[in-house]
Structure formats: structure tokens, C-alpha cells
């Protein structure tokens, strides 16, 4: 027979004893609360309901509850009705919970403010370089693309048969974060795996049209208004944008998902970091995000403000005005990246 031209799979050493440690532990517990970072994203919530679904499988009781539960864009996600949005959907009793795609316990926000940390068992399966380990086992790889790709391992070890359910979820999760293949993030393993899921019954029209294709009149006017309110550096090496409350008033929509609007900043010629600054239902609380390109440390941007992420891809929560953000935020960016040869 010929060789196949497809390149293995690599797993790391650490993660394959990982795999193992998490299984052996799944095993021995019953009863699990799976949780995400809060409006968990495509990454986060796909990964934890196709967590979901392996539990089932494997005869365990798990419940799903994330901050903010199952935002409408992923609410075709198998699974995703019975997701609890609060803490007020938390049953009494866990044996354990476990956590996807959160650098840090707290970003469960209201999940994890709710939970008694110390008596809990936690387990931690992330991605991102700037994950705090605050689990009692912690996997921890920023190779994998996805979040989802790291659950997509353990349906493999565990040895049951993936279904369609578990596939469309972790489908989800690498075309979100790696932005429909195009991120630096991207890898042969990425590539791998998509190729696996889609035998069992994934169809990426489908997931994309229900990501990517439902959008009101109103988004794409809210789109349009974001779109025209691009600022730019002097040089043109850093582009932002500032979404206010008044604008989503103006526009009588929220803005859902950001992504889009930073990876357009990020699309301009020339820019080398794109920078989102967004207002919150909190007063004095805005939100920050980074796009950058290779060689500017977007986790060293957002760690002066205790946020984290991947060095292409970060975020952190600024206390202060919208326009003190602005003005702070911008200006300590376009000082980085001067710095930065390009
Ligand atoms: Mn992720």
C-alpha cells in the first residue's frame, strides 16, 4: 500500500500524560458542572458541549452553565437550549467542574463568584499562553488552535464513537478561532483535524452559514457605523475603534460578537496592531482588545491591565472612562509598537 501523504498528528509529550490524567479522572467522578469563560465564545462554548455530549457518552452527569449562557449567534450549537446563563442554574452538588478556554478562574465571572473554590475540584483545559493554572489539574497547551481540538483529544482517548453532535461542536470551535482558517494560529494539526470531524457528519456550508450568515439589517447598519469611525496613528500603524453605549442607543442594536470589527482594522494595509475599546453595562469599565501582527506581543499589551490571551489575539478590562481608555490605551500602543521594528 502507499504511504499516506498526510502528515501525524503531533501531540506533546505533556499533553498526551494530560489526556490521560483528565480521562482517568473523568472516570472516577460522576457528576460535573462544565463551564467557559463569560459570553463564552465560539471556542468556549462549543468546547464545553462538546465536553457535554463525551460525558453522556461515557454514562456521566454533567450540567452546562456559563455566564450569559448560549449567546444567540451559537444557539444552533447541538446541546446549547439547555445551557444555564447564571448562577441561578447552578445545581447544589458537583463533583467537579470543569473550565474551557478561561486564562483564569475569575473569568467564569458570575460561574465562578458563585462557586465555593476551595471545596471544588477544578480542571482546566485552555489554550491560551496566559492561563493562571488555577486548576487542581491544569492542561494547559497554547499549540492547540481551539480550545475545542483539546476536547476533540479526549473524545479520541476516551474511546467512544464521535457522533455528529460532538464533531459540528468542535467544528465550531477551530473555524471561530482561527478566523475560518486564516489566523497565524492556523497549523497542519488544525487542518487534521477539520479532516477528521468532517467524517463524522460535520458540514461546514452549514456552520458557516449559521455563523456567518443570519445577520439583521440592523448588525450590518450597526457595522457600517463602526466601519466609519476608524481612527489611525499618525503613521497608519495602529488603527481603533471605540464602541460606546450611545452608539448602540443611536443604532437601537447591540453589537453581539467584536471580533468582526477588530479583524476589519486589522485587514487595513499597513497596520500592525488594531486596537477595540468597548463600553460595558458597567460604568467605568471598558473593555480592550489587540490584533497584531507577528513579533508584537499582543499578552504583554494587555497585561498591564491583569488581561491575558495569545500574543496575536488579547484582551483586558480597563477601569476609567471610555475616553480615558482611549486616550491611555492608544497611546501606550502606538508606543509599543514604535518600538517594535517592522
Ligand atoms: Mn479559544
Redesign the pocket.
Given at each position: 500500500m502507499a504511504k499516506s501523504l498526510l502528515p501525524p498528528h503531533k501531540l506533546s509529550p505533556a499533553s498526551k500524560a494530560m489526556v490521560k490524567k483528565v480521562i482517568d479522572f473523568v472516570r472516577k467522578n460522576d457528576n460535573f458542572l462544565v463551564s467557559g469563560h463569560v459570553r463564552s465564545?465560539g471556542?468556549?462554548l462549543g468546547s464545553q458541549l462538546a465536553f457535554h455530549h463525551l460525558l453522556k457518552k461515557l454514562g456521566k452527569k454533567s450540567q452546562v452553565v456559563c455566564d450569559q449562557g448560549a449567546l444567540p449567534d451559537y444557539r444552533f450549537l447541538p446541546g446549547s437550549d439547555k445551557v444555564g446563563a447564571g448562577p441561578e442554574d447552578l445545581a447544589k452538588k458537583y463533583s467537579a467542574v470543569f473550565t474551557f478556554?478561561s486564562g483564569s478562574w475569575e473569568r467564569l465571572e458570575r460561574i465562578s463568584a458563585a462557586l465555593p473554590r476551595k471545596g471544588l475540584t477544578v480542571v482546566n483545559v485552555d489554550?491560551?499562553a496566559s492561563n493562571e493554572r488555577f486548576g487542581d489539574l491544569n492542561w494547559v497547551d497554547p499549540s492547540f488552535s481551539?480550545?475545542g481540538e483539546m476536547v476533540w483529544e479526549l473524545v479520541k482517548a476516551a474511546g467512544v464513537k464521535p457522533d455528529r453532535n460532538i464533531a459540528t461542536c468542535v467544528y465550531t470551535?477551530i473555524v471561530t478561532?482561527t478566523g475560518r482558517f486564516s489566523f497565524s494560529n492556523t497549523t497542519t494539526e488544525t487542518h487534521l483535524n477539520a479532516a477528521e470531524l468532517l467524517a463524522f457528519g460535520v458540514k461546514p456550508g452549514e456552520i458557516h452559514n449559521a455563523l456567518y450568515r443570519q445577520r439583521t439589517k440592523e448588525q450590518l447598519a450597526f457595522l457600517a457605523e463602526v466601519l466609519g469611525r476608524i481612527k489611525f496613528s499618525e503613521d497608519g500603524q495602529v488603527g481603533w475603534i471605540v464602541i460606546s453605549k450611545e452608539l448602540e442607543q443611536k443604532t437601537g442594536t447591540t453589537p453581539g460578537d467584536t471580533q468582526e470589527y477588530i479583524d476589519h482594522v486589522k485587514s487595513i494595509k499597513g497596520v500592525r496592531v488594531a486596537v477595540l475599546l468597548k463600553e460595558t453595562d458597567e460604568p467605568g469599565k471598558v473593555k480592550v482588545s489587540w490584533r497584531t501582527n507577528a513579533g508584537i506581543d499582543g499578552i504583554a499589551l494587555a497585561s498591564k491591565y491583569k488581561g491575558g490571551g495569545h500574543p496575536r489575539a488579547s484582551g483586558a478590562t480597563f477601569r476609567g472612562t471610555l475616553e480615558e481608555a482611549e486616550r491611555v490605551i492608544v497611546d501606550e500602543t502606538i508606543q509599543f509598537v514604535k518600538g517594535i521594528p517592522a
Amino acid at each position: 500500500m502507499a504511504k499516506s501523504l498526510l502528515p501525524p498528528h503531533k501531540l506533546s509529550p505533556a499533553s498526551k500524560a494530560m489526556v490521560k490524567k483528565v480521562i482517568d479522572f473523568v472516570r472516577k467522578n460522576d457528576n460535573f458542572l462544565v463551564s467557559g469563560h463569560v459570553r463564552s465564545d465560539g471556542d468556549a462554548l462549543g468546547s464545553q458541549l462538546a465536553f457535554h455530549h463525551l460525558l453522556k457518552k461515557l454514562g456521566k452527569k454533567s450540567q452546562v452553565v456559563c455566564d450569559q449562557g448560549a449567546l444567540p449567534d451559537y444557539r444552533f450549537l447541538p446541546g446549547s437550549d439547555k445551557v444555564g446563563a447564571g448562577p441561578e442554574d447552578l445545581a447544589k452538588k458537583y463533583s467537579a467542574v470543569f473550565t474551557f478556554d478561561s486564562g483564569s478562574w475569575e473569568r467564569l465571572e458570575r460561574i465562578s463568584a458563585a462557586l465555593p473554590r476551595k471545596g471544588l475540584t477544578v480542571v482546566n483545559v485552555d489554550h491560551h499562553a496566559s492561563n493562571e493554572r488555577f486548576g487542581d489539574l491544569n492542561w494547559v497547551d497554547p499549540s492547540f488552535s481551539a480550545c475545542g481540538e483539546m476536547v476533540w483529544e479526549l473524545v479520541k482517548a476516551a474511546g467512544v464513537k464521535p457522533d455528529r453532535n460532538i464533531a459540528t461542536c468542535v467544528y465550531t470551535t477551530i473555524v471561530t478561532d482561527t478566523g475560518r482558517f486564516s489566523f497565524s494560529n492556523t497549523t497542519t494539526e488544525t487542518h487534521l483535524n477539520a479532516a477528521e470531524l468532517l467524517a463524522f457528519g460535520v458540514k461546514p456550508g452549514e456552520i458557516h452559514n449559521a455563523l456567518y450568515r443570519q445577520r439583521t439589517k440592523e448588525q450590518l447598519a450597526f457595522l457600517a457605523e463602526v466601519l466609519g469611525r476608524i481612527k489611525f496613528s499618525e503613521d497608519g500603524q495602529v488603527g481603533w475603534i471605540v464602541i460606546s453605549k450611545e452608539l448602540e442607543q443611536k443604532t437601537g442594536t447591540t453589537p453581539g460578537d467584536t471580533q468582526e470589527y477588530i479583524d476589519h482594522v486589522k485587514s487595513i494595509k499597513g497596520v500592525r496592531v488594531a486596537v477595540l475599546l468597548k463600553e460595558t453595562d458597567e460604568p467605568g469599565k471598558v473593555k480592550v482588545s489587540w490584533r497584531t501582527n507577528a513579533g508584537i506581543d499582543g499578552i504583554a499589551l494587555a497585561s498591564k491591565y491583569k488581561g491575558g490571551g495569545h500574543p496575536r489575539a488579547s484582551g483586558a478590562t480597563f477601569r476609567g472612562t471610555l475616553e480615558e481608555a482611549e486616550r491611555v490605551i492608544v497611546d501606550e500602543t502606538i508606543q509599543f509598537v514604535k518600538g517594535i521594528p517592522a
